[in-house]
């Protein structure tokens, strides 16, 4: 993989990356998004978003999980993709461990129906017990029975708030918070300008049909960011982008 801005580095090595997609330890969090889309914006290919990633977007995607103190997912994503187990291998908790973080990331669900199974690998098969946070309006019988396989905060009343969900992140010291969409977490948290990094692979193909785009929900808003860096790995793009400083 070589980097091709901002001064071009041929053959970039682990800790390079690492360092240009370190986050910083900020109090109230920073939240980062990743994802793949084709050249042509779709997210997904037959409802799934592993047949747009390769090689050097799976290499990143484990290194940026190793940098998170929590990996926040959408409960779409959840029931589709699945997700559990180890996130980061043997080499990853080797690594945090070096660097004084928690040997791994929990998962946090982000859900206002709680339409999960608790028997779900997220929640049986986590290496760290999963957070699930909802809103105060979820159903009781449902956050019981996931309070069992883990623990559910409330951030928001009727809809999850992405404010309020960073800073009950935040109360538990998980401040760098690394999100793996989907289209309609992302879309809430552009929304509300609760959004400081986006990690965008670019895979050199077209989907065309109806798939979603990254960010999707009911209303329009312009959330500018800056270019930060530009990777090449097999033809695929690694843009990352931080949030533009306000205006004036
Ligand atoms: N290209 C990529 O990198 C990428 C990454 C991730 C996912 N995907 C794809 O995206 C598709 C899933 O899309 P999606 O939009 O359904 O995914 P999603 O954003 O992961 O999940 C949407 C669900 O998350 C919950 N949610 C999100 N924001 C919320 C908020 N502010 N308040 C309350 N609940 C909130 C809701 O769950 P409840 O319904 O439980 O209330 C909502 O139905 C899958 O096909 C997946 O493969 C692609």
Do not use: K
Not at 17 to 42: H, K, Q, T
Not at 78 to 107: K, M, Q
Not at 154 to 163: F, I, K, R, T, Y
């Amino acid at each position: 993989m070589d980097r091709l801005f901002p001064s071009p580095v041929a053959d970039v090595d682990d800790e390079q990356l690492l360092s240009w997609y370190a986050m910083p330890e900020r109090p109230e969090g920073w939240v980062r998004f990743n994802f793949v889309a084709s050249v042509d914006g779709a997210a997904t290919v037959q409802g799934r978003s592993g047949g747009l990633g390769n090689a050097a977007d799976f290499r990143v995607l484990h290194l940026l999980r190793r940098l998170a103190d929590v990996v926040l997912v959408g409960a779409g994503t959840i029931r589709v993709e699945g997700y559990g187990g180890d996130l980061i291998g043997r080499d990853g908790r080797a690594w945090r461990a070096a660097h004084g973080l928690s040997p791994h990331p929990p998962v946090a669900v982000v859900s206002g129906r709680l339409d999960l199974d608790p028997d779900a690998a997220v929640f049986t098969d986590a290496v760290t017990r999963a957070i699930v946070v909802t809103t105060e309006q979820a159903d009781a019988e449902r956050r019981r029975a996931l309070a069992r396989v883990a623990d559910v905060v409330d951030a928001g009343e009727a809809s999850v708030d992405p404010v309020a969900a960073v800073r009950a992140l935040a109360e538990r010291g998980l401040v760098r918070v690394l999100s793996e969409g989907g289209p309609t977490l992302l879309g809430s948290f552009q929304q509300a300008d609760a959004l400081d990094d986006l990690c965008l692979s670019l895979s050199p193909a077209l989907v065309g049909g109806t798939a979603p785009r990254i960010a999707v929900g009911a209303g329009e808003h312009l959330h500018r960011m800056e270019l930060a860096h530009v990777l090449e790995g097999e033809g695929l793009l690694l843009l990352r982008y931080v949030a533009a400083p306000p205006a004036g």
